[in-house]
């Protein structure tokens, strides 16, 4: 897994203008620079986690094929249940692919910045 990133370029692009998201299309990764370095490394190690995940085989049996595309989509429960799964396993792909090129890090800020994300997507998940 960890040598993903060996076989393909991936560009990542630091701007105030951004927000954190993979453009797996463009083989993209925008970090907003409005944030912390500590932030911002977290935020990349989250978007690899995405990559990794959306380039594993697996992925699109796992996930509707629907959702797999990323096109604009209606907001169904699937929809909104599938968006929390990528999110969670997103930050375990991250941390299993930086462990595994023995990045040693603050895993405590590691955890808080998880948790205020995934929150964050919880309350979006729940609330209309
Ligand atoms: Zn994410």
Known sequence: ????????????????????????????????????????FFCLVHEIGHYTLRRKREFKMRFPEDYVKEEKQKRT?????????????AWEEGLNYAEGLGIDFDMDSYNRQRTAALYKYIEWAVLK
């Open 77 to 89: 429960k699937q929809f909104v249940v599938d968006t929390l799964r990528e999110e969670v396993l």
């Open 1 to 40: 897994m960890s040598h993903l990133m060996c076989e393909e370029e991936i560009h990542v692009e630091i701007s105030p203008d951004v927000n954190n998201e993979l453009w797996i299309g463009e083989m993209l990764i925008t970090i907003n620079s409005k944030q912390t370095h500590k932030k911002r």
